[in-house]
């Protein structure tokens, strides 16, 4: 009964919160409660599970409790939330979406996306520099969109994007020829190669029997093989890869990286 | 660090929150939490602070909330969210305010008031059965308000009651006698004889210089002496009346068994 030890939340407890729907799968309330409580912070960030269509409402609520310092936000709200906040900060403005918003002290509320740059800290404390990395990656949805944006801002130097929507894959393509001149984007291929990383950021792999989401049998063995998927930590691309004797990344690291940069968004320190 | 306990709130827990402005003092979110615990009910009460002003607002916002399924209503709410909900059960009907609202089945949130009905269970479970009392009263604010209507309720043979505001004082004994036509209710003197109990519902007491809220001079030695005030947990009313062999009745009492009434309604069955 490890959900007992709640029995600390006080009075003068500082709120956070997670949004989304559903939201009982999320993590982040166990990840950023174990900071709060490594951090010594009296706060505690709680689950709400808000529907899209009550968004709005929620949101206006929300900004009117005083204890509430911050929110993370979670699907399907990212994109609609950035409508809901005061001020978009750099990242999210490109991105067009946010997965934290906090109240600063001229009262506003601002939104950022750090989503992109949990993956590309994760890679950096693992030992994988990304920059001057040539990277494959699958997947232009919400997630892929971050990470390429991330990707892209860490100075890879040629990122080769796939989706099994090709519509979204050159739409992402261009969004990122516009938003960063310099970088070296293109359309790759379902069998990459000449790579020094692959990346899956599409949920092919959440389930048992779902296809790998690329072909691995080109890849040069000293490639990186990385899966942003949490559940199952090793799915079946990365157990795969590790057999053919490719160095792995795992899902986890991102959300963990994530949450330790939104909570220094939030203003705790980490340690 | 006791506040560093709330690692275990987890995307699955439940929601419960009190609000009110200031909220910081509030004790409900260590007592509930401390229920939530004792019962392996995976659930939080958070405190949430809520400026009047805004308290419509926050109100929609929070009601959108799937997983918030109950609200303690504290200082100063207790009268304006009579309006919020969109029923009121039958004892907030009669005093005018409630204490905790929640989410029923059909989706409606109804708001009730157990103030009062703290303090008569409290007395209860310290042996002194309210039925068939003669009762003085200090107070005819919230609390006192709240005090009266279950006293009432409980069938005290008597009760009298004085407010330094005179016209408060005498609304709530009319209010009294139209809501319990059986109920003997009077205006009482500042120097109370010849009942079984006095009870303090002013917040006279709460600060070290206060005069008593009343004369105890003329009591019988077997008179009950109660308070409502939680800080000092011994008022100077209670210390003087234990010094003349009264028997006392802590404010305490009033919080722990409010809480427990209300967790009962936000459907946590206690042990």
Known sequence: MT????????G?????????????????PLVFNEIFQRMGVNAVLVPMQIPAASLATAIAGLKTIGNLDGIVVTVPHKI?????????????????AINCMRRVESGEWVGEMYDGEGFTRGLRKQGHEPRGMSVFQAGAGGAGKALAHALSRAGVKALQLIDVDRA????????????????????????????????????????????????????????????????????????????????????????????????????IAHG
Chains 1, 2 share one sequence.
């Open 3 to 10: 959900f007992a030890l709640n029995a600390a939340v006080s």
């Open 12 to 28: 003068d407890t500082r709120l956070f919160a997670i949004v989304g729907d559903p939201i009982a799968q999320a993590r982040s």
């Open 80 to 96: 609609s939330m950035t409508g809901l906040v005061d001020r978009l900060l750099p990242i999210a403005r490109k991105v067009g």
């Open 168 to 267: 979204k894959q050159d739409a992402l393509i261009a969004e990122l020829a516009h938003a960063y001149p310099d970088a070296n984007v293109s359309a790759g291929s379902a069998s990459p190669a000449d790579v020094d990383m692959v990346v899956n950021a599409t949920p092919c792999g959440m389930a048992a029997g779902d296809p790998l989401p690329f072909d691995i049998a080109r890849l040069d063995r000293r490639v990186l093989v990385a899966d942003i998927i949490m559940k199952p930590e090793r799915t079946q691309l990365l157990c795969q890869a590790e057999e053919r004797g490719h160095r792995i990344h795992l899902g986890r690291h991102l959300l963990e990286n994530q949450a330790e940069i939104v909570a220094e968004f939030f203003g």
